[in-house]
Every structure is written in C-alpha cells, then in structure tokens.
C-alpha cells in the first residue's frame, strides 16, 4: 500500500520535512503519483518504510562496525 508523506512522517514519529529529505538524499524510495512534472505527489510504499527501519534498525542482528583504531603518537624532540 502507498502512504503519504504525512503518514510516513506519523509513523516514524518525524516531521514531514525529515521525510522529504530523506527522499531527496535517496535513503528512503518514493513514488511520485502526481499528474506531469509540475504537480508532483509523492508515496511511499509499507515495503519501503519497512526496508528502511530494518536499515536503521540498531541490534544484535546486526554485525557490528570495526572500531577505529587511533594513530600512534609519535613523540617529537625538540633540538
């Protein structure tokens, strides 16, 4: 089923404008329902929402990421 931008923002417990930039950085797939380029109406599908939590889903499921390993520190001799 597809939803609006309103309903996805709800669901996601975000503002409509969060929404829509995560469109627009491409993170979260939308169709575009509207009538020619001018009148542009965007949904999102229940897949795509879903897709997207598991995305962003933190767990045990999911590898963790390698630490980062600082650089040595090299002491420096003044002469």
């Known amino acids: 089923m597809l939803r609006s931008i309103k309903y996805s923002a709800e669901y996601l417990?975000?503002?409509e404008d969060h929404?829509?930039?995560l469109i627009r950085k491409g993170e979260l797939p939308?169709?575009?329902v509207g009538v020619g380029s001018?009148?542009?109406r965007l949904k999102i599908s229940d897949e795509a929402l879903n897709r997207f939590i598991a995305q962003r889903t933190i767990g045990a499921e999911q590898p963790a990421?390698?630490?980062r390993r600082s650089m040595p520190q090299t002491?420096?001799?003044w002469v």
Request: glycine share 0%.
């Open 30 to 32: 939308a169709v575009n």
């Open 65 to 67: 990421k390698p630490k």
């Open 19 to 21: 929404i829509l930039n």
């Open 38 to 40: 001018q009148r542009r």
């Open 75 to 77: 002491q420096k001799e």
């Open 13 to 15: 417990d975000s503002s």
